[in-house]
């Protein structure tokens, strides 16, 4: 090998060898984050819990953390709103987020297809405040008027919200999967006598499922982590779920309190138990969608 040729390589093999030092150190700092974050969560969570109880603090359906006679940690409510309204809006976001998809995919012309894309950048782009805003200002009053109630702010108000913020990581990532199905899939099943539609929905969408489920996936983190904008619409009022009734979330009650609790009290620390409590709960959500998706690959 002449000697410029074995200074190439050498400079080629320098190049690779940093960038995997680079990715390995990236891989770390990420891991290393978490293990953080999940250490500093528990110590500052665990305390409020050993006081309160843990059966009285995840069971307990009375949260009066201001009450200076007869305070209450109860956070069952915040557990239940936030599976409730998280739930809601995966029924209606994914059905609505997949089929546009496949709309954008595989049935929409070119142009179309191409206006319709930014118009998803940029739901993705507008900030929470804003959609809270809308929410607060157009939503709440119409459900108010349509359903005849004292006040519109609710459970449906915070589940419509989170529906919409959703979609464009459901619609983004899930029209990428399609996108990624080869041809041959689409030519094979249209010699088979198949239809456009039948092409599209029982065998390209199959193909794609774990693309589309990673899309569910980020949407349902989006939905458990949302506060801003469910603060905004939903009430924030303790109260067990019910569609028409003023709720909080469990992002909700840290936002909303943190801010005058005071250093070193129960409430504070009870506030931290509660965000040990969501990041447990997002934590296993990942785990069993994991386990799902890959059982689905298997």
């Known amino acids: 090998m002449q000697p410029q040729a074995r200074g190439k390589r050498a400079f080629r093999d320098s190049i690779e060898g940093a960038m995997r030092l680079i990715f390995t150190?990236?891989?770390?700092?990420?891991?290393?984050?978490v293990l953080l974050i999940s250490v500093y969560l528990i110590l500052s969570g665990l305390p409020a819990?050993?006081?309160?109880?843990?059966?009285d603090f995840l069971f307990g359906t009375r949260w009066d953390s201001t009450n200076k006679t007869d305070p209450a940690y109860g956070i069952l409510p915040f557990i239940?709103?936030?599976?409730?309204?998280?739930?809601g809006a995966i029924v209606l976001g994914v059905p609505v987020g997949i089929l546009t998809a496949v709309f954008l995919a595989r049935v929409a012309p070119p142009k179309l297809a191409a206006a319709v894309r930014p118009a998803v950048d940029l739901l993705a782009g507008i900030p929470s405040v804003v959609y809270g805003l809308v929410g607060m200002m157009v939503l709440v009053p119409a459900i108010k008027d349509l359903f005849d109630l004292k006040a519109g702010d609710s459970l449906l108000a915070a589940i419509l919200v989170l529906a919409v913020m959703i979609l464009p990581s459901i619609i983004s990532v899930s029209e990428t999967a399609l996108k990624a199905v080869p041809k041959e899939y689409t030519e094979g099943s249209l010699a088979l006598g198949a239809t456009e539609l039948e092409t599209s929905f029982k065998v390209i969408l199959p193909a794609a499922r774990s693309g589309v489920a990673a899309s569910v996936v980020l949407g349902v983190g989006r939905a458990i982590g949302e506060a801003m904008a469910i603060l905004?619409?939903?009430?924030?009022?303790?109260?067990?779920?019910?569609?028409?009734?003023?709720?909080?979330?469990?992002?909700?009650?840290?936002?909303s309190e943190m801010s005058?609790?005071?250093?070193?009290?129960?409430?504070?620390?009870?506030?931290?138990?509660?965000?040990?409590?969501?990041?447990?709960?997002?934590?296993?959500?990942?785990?069993?969608?994991?386990?799902?998706?890959?059982?689905?690959?298997?």
């Open 25 to 33: 150190v990236c891989g770390f700092i990420a891991i290393a984050f």
């Open 80 to 87: 239940l709103t936030s599976v409730w309204g998280t739930c």
């Open 260 to 298: 005058y609790a005071s250093v070193g009290s129960l409430q504070r620390n009870a506030l931290y138990s509660i965000g040990l409590v969501l990041f447990v709960f997002i934590m296993l959500i990942n785990v069993l969608l994991n386990r799902i998706l890959k059982k689905d690959k298997e």
């Open 49 to 55: 819990i050993k006081e309160v109880g843990l059966f």
């Open 232 to 255: 905004m619409v939903a009430g924030n009022s303790p109260n067990m779920p019910g569609l028409f009734k003023s709720v909080k979330f469990l992002t909700t009650a840290i936002a």
